[in-house]
């Protein structure tokens, strides 16, 4: 009966291996890291903090509920969410955990999600000067395991992009410039490590933030692979998070040579921030 005792040597040391591989278990790893770092003293946003900035920046801001609040330095997000990998390709849904810091920085995303029936989970990890993207199905192999400094400049727009829709109150970083345009748009760079990127900024009537249009960001390829793209994430539906009111549910869109293709949507379901 040796060959039991040998199946069952096997079958625990997967068991081992997965549990010790598993991006579930990095992203709790790595967001308990991120949160015991100090935090600094939170300073309250005043109308003076923002006084330099674009009119509808401003108003942005101030329909966020942000004035008179302590700026946010760190947030806790819940997504339900469908990815695509083509236009023509059945959605990937489940459920996605987001943890950032913007002091730091730390951005950790997290998304559960089946493909073909297998279970298939994906980790976005920035931590201060490089970021990761892996991909892992059935808790047994990375399909996408890729980093470097084309993903750092790629998802450097993503904090960017967060930073406007969820973290408003920092709108006022000093590692943010402006470039006033009109009445609905404004332009920003941002300045991250060794990397500035830029976006275009849209609202509308009303002052809320509906898009957001970068030419920075990279598109992964079949081959893991980063093409500059233009991407933008058209947000909409305001509610109320905890006082804070903030788009709720959108997309992001690449904008390919044959037309637009829109392959996240996400819908907010908990939102925290301190």
Avoid: C
């Avoid at 992203?27 to 009119?55: G, M, N, S, V």
């Avoid at 993207?133 to 996408?144: P, Q």
């Avoid at 233009?230 to 869109?253: H, Q």
């Amino acid at each position: 009966m040796w060959f039991l005792g040998a199946a069952a040597l096997i079958a625990v040391g997967g068991a081992l291996y997965i549990w010790s591989t598993s991006l579930s278990r990095a992203f709790d790893q790595r967001r308990a890291e991120a949160a015991a770092e100090p935090l600094a003293e939170p300073q309250l946003l005043t109308e003076t903090d923002i006084d330099h900035l674009p009119e509808p920046v401003q108003r942005y801001i101030e329909l966020t509920g942000s004035i008179g609040r302590p700026v946010v330095i760190e947030i806790v997000m819940h997504f339900d969410a469908a990815m695509y990998d083509a236009p023509d390709e059945p959605g990937m849904t489940g459920p996605v955990v987001q943890y950032e810091r913007f002091d730091v920085p730390h951005r950790l995303f997290f998304m559960k999600t089946k493909m073909k029936g297998l279970p298939v989970a994906v980790l976005h990890d920035f931590n201060r000067d490089q970021a990761t993207m892996r991909v892992r199905l059935a808790g047994i192999a990375n399909v996408i395991d890729i980093g470097g400094p084309k993903l750092t400049r790629t998802e450097t727009v993503t904090i960017l992009n967060d930073l406007a829709f969820f973290a408003p109150s920092r709108l006022a970083d000093e590692r943010l410039s402006w470039t006033e345009v009109d009445d609905r748009h404004a332009k920003v760079s941002f300045t991250l490590g060794a990397n500035t990127v830029s976006a275009e900024l849209i609202f509308n009537e009303a002052g809320e933030l509906i898009d957001f249009v970068s030419e920075d960001r990279g598109m992964l390829e079949k081959d893991g692979s980063l093409t500059v793209t233009r991407w933008t994430t058209p947000l909409d539906n305001y509610r109320e998070f905890a006082g804070w009111r903030l788009a709720s549910e959108g997309n992001a869109i690449w904008h390919l040579p044959e037309g637009p293709f829109a392959y996240g949507h996400l819908r907010l379901t908990h939102y925290e921030a301190r």
